[in-house]
């Protein structure tokens, strides 16, 4: 199939201030996972593409969603389908989306464009398709290689499904492919997360996204299990598991380039490092998370309140009226997001951004994990530094979290980072 998208020449510098991602939401899947708590819309086994009046008709809403946020005067250069599961729609959906985009931002020529697809929800055909469109990176809902942890989770796919969607994969050559796997699963065991890690090692993806199971109020897991008890693992051992996930990843060649996030070079997520590096983007469709001149929306979960919601934003001209971030939540959100990356934060633009008097604020809310080695400090050389409790934070260089134990305990940082700023407002 050909595709309509307008291609625009990169530009040298990218302003951080004006978005240059766009999130799209495809809302539907088969079944709700036991442990999701996302927006989105259970289709069954039948409904797919252009066959189901459901999904034709949210395309449709969604590209008037689009059509009806202004331009902030750069191309795009990324894209992210997410859900849910993309997969569900035809390869012409998501070139209409696509196109529509390209139509009202432009799209970059070397913009990555990610979807995510879940095994046995596609074809070869298909996923050519994609690629036909403009889809450069697919990310594969894995989440376990054994049955048994699958059917816990109430995934719709097995792991002969996982391995004939890998092979589909492979026959399309697209240039980046992500697999995203769950740890901390009800009765998931060290060796079978070890066996988990090994098999994707093997596979040989460019990226792996590692997610510890997180208990949401609302969903079936929130109503089966109590955090910290039996059948989930114990904190011991999901820590053991997040340590050893470290170990063989890294181990095979894979940068830990985020608290849940490996790649191997030059593979990074182009994408997410918008959200990590706090920087604005776009966001379409139901349930969808925009952060746009310093103001974030999030779009209504409900497919009818999401509909009525897009009539209103094309009747307002494009304008979302909400209140804006304020300093300290920027600050914050500063902290939390780039803490996340293994580079963590430069302290040149902290002092500049926030001032120096924040810096020493926030040197004085992690020395104690700096003590324990969770936290580290850096040279711009890119030597460690060691710096006594009465000393000042260097004016250059950069703070991180260490990996693996920076990582593993950055809640219990962020927490007291968090408590010692809003202490000193």
Same mark, same amino acid.
């Given at each position: 199939?050909?595709?309509?998208?307008?291609?625009?020449?990169?530009?040298?510098?990218?302003?951080?201030?004006?978005?240059? =991602? #766009?999130?799209?939401? %495809?809302?539907?899947?088969?079944?709700?996972? /036991?442990?999701? *708590?996302?927006?989105?819309?259970?289709?069954?086994?039948?409904?797919?593409?252009?066959?189901?009046?459901?999904?034709?008709?949210?395309?449709?809403?969604?590209?008037?969603?689009?059509?009806?946020?202004?331009?902030?005067?750069?191309?795009?250069?990324?894209?992210?389908?997410?859900?849910?599961?993309?997969?569900?729609?035809?390869?012409?959906?998501?070139?209409?989306?696509?196109?529509?985009?390209?139509?009202?931002?432009?799209?970059?020529?070397?913009?990555?464009?990610?979807?995510?697809?879940?095994?046995?929800?596609?074809?070869?055909?298909?996923?050519?398709?994609?690629?036909?469109?403009?889809?450069?990176?697919?990310?594969?809902?894995?989440?376990?290689?054994?049955?048994?942890?699958?059917?816990?989770?109430?995934?719709?796919?097995?792991?002969?499904?996982?391995? =004939? #969607?890998?092979?589909? %994969?492979?026959?399309?050559?697209?240039?980046? /492919?992500?697999? *995203?796997?769950?740890?901390?699963?009800?009765?998931?065991?060290?060796?079978?997360?070890?066996?988990?890690?090994?098999?994707?090692?093997?596979?040989?993806?460019?990226?792996?996204?590692?997610?510890?199971?997180?208990?949401?109020?609302?969903?079936?897991?929130?109503?089966?299990?109590?955090?910290?008890?039996?059948?989930?693992?114990?904190?011991?051992?999901?820590?053991?598991?997040?340590?050893?996930?470290?170990?063989?990843?890294?181990?095979?060649?894979?940068?830990?380039?985020?608290?849940?996030?490996?790649?191997?070079?030059?593979?990074?997520?182009?994408?997410?490092?918008?959200?990590?590096?706090?920087?604005?983007?776009?966001?379409?469709?139901?349930?969808?998370?925009?952060?746009?001149?310093?103001?974030?929306?999030?779009?209504?979960?409900?497919?009818?309140?999401?509909? #009525?919601?897009?009539?209103?934003?094309?009747?307002?001209?494009?304008?979302?009226?909400?209140?804006?971030?304020?300093?300290?939540?920027?600050?914050?959100?500063?902290?939390?997001?780039?803490?996340?990356?293994?580079?963590?934060?430069?302290?040149?633009?902290?002092?500049?951004?926030?001032?120096?008097?924040?810096?020493?604020?926030?040197?004085?809310?992690?020395?104690?994990?700096?003590?324990?080695?969770?936290?580290?400090?850096?040279?711009?050389?890119?030597?460690?530094?060691?710096?006594?409790?009465?000393?000042?934070?260097?004016?250059?260089?950069?703070?991180?979290?260490?990996?693996?134990?920076?990582?593993?305990?950055?809640?219990?940082?962020?927490?007291?980072?968090?408590?010692?700023?809003?202490?000193?407002?």
């Amino acid at each position: 199939m050909t595709t309509s998208l307008k291609i625009l020449s990169n530009n040298e510098h990218l302003s951080l201030d004006i978005p240059t =991602a #766009a999130y799209v939401h %495809i809302p539907f899947c088969r079944r709700r996972c /036991f442990y999701c *708590d996302f927006p989105i819309s259970v289709v069954g086994d039948r409904a797919k593409g252009e066959t189901s009046g459901t999904i034709v008709e949210y395309i449709d809403v969604l590209c008037e969603e689009i059509s009806a946020t202004p331009p902030q005067g750069k191309p795009l250069t990324t894209v992210f389908f997410g859900g849910g599961t993309p997969s569900l729609l035809s390869p012409q959906q998501i070139n209409k989306i696509l196109t529509t985009l390209a139509n009202q931002y432009g799209i970059s020529q070397n913009a990555e464009i990610s979807l995510e697809i879940d095994p046995g929800t596609f074809d070869l055909a298909q996923i050519q398709g994609y690629k036909n469109a403009g889809v450069t990176r697919f990310s594969l809902g894995v989440q376990a290689f054994q049955d048994e942890l699958l059917q816990v989770c109430g995934r719709s796919h097995t792991t002969a499904d996982i391995l =004939a #969607a890998i092979d589909l %994969i492979r026959q399309v050559a697209i240039p980046e /492919f992500s697999i *995203d796997l769950i740890s901390g699963l009800p009765k998931q065991t060290i060796a079978q997360w070890q066996e988990t890690l090994e098999k994707a090692v093997v596979i040989n993806p460019t990226h792996i996204s590692v997610y510890d199971l997180i208990i949401e109020d609302g969903t079936a897991f929130g109503r089966y299990y109590q955090p910290g008890s039996q059948p989930l693992p114990t904190d011991e051992t999901t820590a053991q598991m997040y340590r050893l996930t470290q170990q063989i990843l890294t181990n095979s060649g894979y940068e830990h380039y985020e608290i849940s996030n490996y790649a191997q070079p030059g593979h990074q997520c182009r994408h997410n490092r918008v959200y990590w590096e706090n920087r604005p983007y776009y966001a379409f469709g139901m349930g969808a998370a925009s952060y746009l001149n310093r103001q974030r929306f999030t779009r209504p979960k409900k497919r009818r309140e999401y509909y #009525a919601w897009v009539k209103q934003l094309i009747a307002d001209g494009g304008i979302i009226d909400t209140p804006q971030v304020d300093e300290q939540d920027i600050l914050l959100e500063t902290l939390m997001l780039g803490l996340r990356l293994a580079e963590g934060l430069e302290l040149a633009v902290l002092a500049e951004k926030f001032s120096q008097e924040t810096l020493e604020k926030i040197w004085h809310g992690v020395q104690p994990y700096y003590q324990k080695g969770w936290v580290a400090i850096f040279a711009t050389n890119g030597e460690r530094i060691s710096l006594s409790s009465n000393e000042n934070l260097p004016i250059m260089g950069r703070l991180k979290l260490t990996d693996p134990e920076g990582f593993l305990f950055s809640n219990t940082i962020l927490a007291a980072l968090f408590s010692q700023l809003e202490k000193a407002e």
